[in-house]
């Protein structure tokens, strides 16, 4: 597809489950970025990364949130023993080389409920 | 640390008229960009408009633009000629790409189109 696709859509998950959630960017695109939303607030940065390499992780809130990007393409972001305050829409995101204003585009992110 | 503001939670507007969205944000950095997104129920987030920090001229697209201040560090977005379709959330976001490129989102106005 033309677009970053990712899946699932939803996602149910009891607590102390694990979840993964994928995201598929454009392709191409060098950077791909993953970003938390919480009801009614602004996408809160989680992580990012360029090609396969993991640049900057410092929004992760936790250990038990990890992402990868192994062969530069495909990322996974894995929530371990998930908790009712990981409820939120996951929002990914890729874009063409840094250095230069192109914009993200983003996927229609996938809403974790911890019930 | 970067930080991004909308002071206007929500805004409502007549059909056909003009409403402005407030952004301001805080760095030290002296190259960077600008950009409004729009978020429908659909959650995908659309680029609106972008604005390179080293241009004085106001970007515009269409029935968008924008009043950049930069000595004010100030970002509104002015649409015209609301129409119906325009209702959505709108978020101001930074981006600085020679720093660590990833991108700080505002908190977001949700904006009304009354018919």
């Known amino acids: 597809g033309a677009g970053v696709s990712q899946s699932p859509r939803y996602k149910v998950a009891k607590r102390g489950q694990d979840v993964a959630l994928r995201c598929d960017p454009i392709?191409?695109?060098?950077?791909l970025f993953w970003y938390q939303q919480a009801l009614g607030q602004g996408p809160e940065f989680l992580t990012y990364?360029?090609?396969?390499?993991?640049?900057?992780k410092s929004g992760l809130p936790s250990d038990r949130f990890f992402a990868e990007r192994p062969e530069g393409s495909v990322s996974t972001l894995k929530i371990q023993r998930t908790q009712q305050e990981d409820s939120a829409v996951y929002l990914c995101?890729?874009?063409?080389?840094?250095?230069?204003?192109?914009?993200?585009?983003f996927g229609n992110g996938t809403r974790l409920t911890v019930t | 640390a970067q930080t991004v503001t909308q002071s206007q939670p929500e805004m409502s507007v007549q059909e056909a008229e003009t409403v402005t969205l407030s952004c301001t944000y805080d760095?030290?950095?002296?190259?960077?960009?600008l950009f409004w997104y729009k978020q429908p129920p659909s959650r995908q987030m659309i680029l609106v408009i972008r604005?390179?920090?080293?241009?004085?001229q106001n970007a515009t697209e269409n029935r968008f633009s924008v009043n950049f201040q930069k000595a004010a560090k100030s970002f509104s977005l002015k649409i015209s000629d609301s129409q119906l379709g325009d209702a959505a959330m709108y978020f101001c976001?930074?981006?600085?790409?020679?720093?660590?490129?990833?991108?700080?989102f505002g908190k977001g106005t949700r904006l009304h189109i009354l018919p």
């Open positions: 990364f360029q090609n396969e390499a993991q640049l900057d």
């Open positions: 392709s191409g695109h060098v950077s």
């Open positions: 976001a930074y981006r600085t790409p020679l720093r660590d490129d990833k991108i700080i």
């Open positions: 995101a890729s874009s063409s080389p840094t250095g230069n204003n192109s914009p993200l585009h």
């Open positions: 604005q390179e920090a080293y241009k004085q």
């Open positions: 760095t030290s950095e002296s190259d960077y960009y």
